[in-house]
């Protein structure tokens, strides 16, 4: 009479011959750290950097408006200073506003070359953790298999 196998106890030697790596699982964590890491620092650099242009802009502005406001000996002189104040302004926006325009596109050409090397990172991490579990469940298979046969 053939020997009786138990469920469970197969079930129990399979599940135990298949091992647990946590070590692809810590890559993509380290992996997925690293891009927030860099990618917050494009964000504080850029923040820096408009922080920067817009404190200039201000106290630019605020040293012109003092020039502007003196008293004048003549009134066309108050005519004068306010067309030169007003075009001196639009000169600094269009000045800042290119500024701000660079630093617009160089968060974007920053982001995108960390998200193409995140995107190869995370691609080559997966590769390697399919990989590894496709050879262990082969493996294990092997060994359950040769498990149940030789009981």
Do not use: R
Not at 11 to 37: H, S
Not at 46 to 72: G, N, R, V
């Amino acid at each position: 009479m053939a020997k009786t196998q138990d469920p469970t106890a197969m079930m129990k030697d399979i599940m135990g011959a298949f091992p647990v790596d946590t070590k692809a699982m810590e890559d993509a964590f380290k992996t997925t750290a690293t891009l927030n890491e860099k990618l917050s620092g494009v964000a504080l650099e850029a923040a820096e950097k408009s922080t920067e242009i817009s404190a200039k802009w201000a106290k630019d502005t605020l040293t012109k408006l003092a020039d502007m406001s003196k008293a004048k000996a003549e009134p066309a002189d108050y005519a004068k200073a306010m067309t030169d104040f007003a075009s001196a302004q639009a000169e600094v926006a269009s000045e800042n506003m290119a500024a701000f325009a660079e630093i617009a596109k160089k968060v974007q050409m920053d982001t995108v070359e960390l998200m193409m090397a995140a995107g190869k990172d995370i691609s080559e991490d997966a590769s390697a953790a399919v990989k590894k579990a496709t050879n262990d469940a082969t493996a294990a298979a092997k060994k359950a298999t040769s498990a149940a046969t030789s009981k």
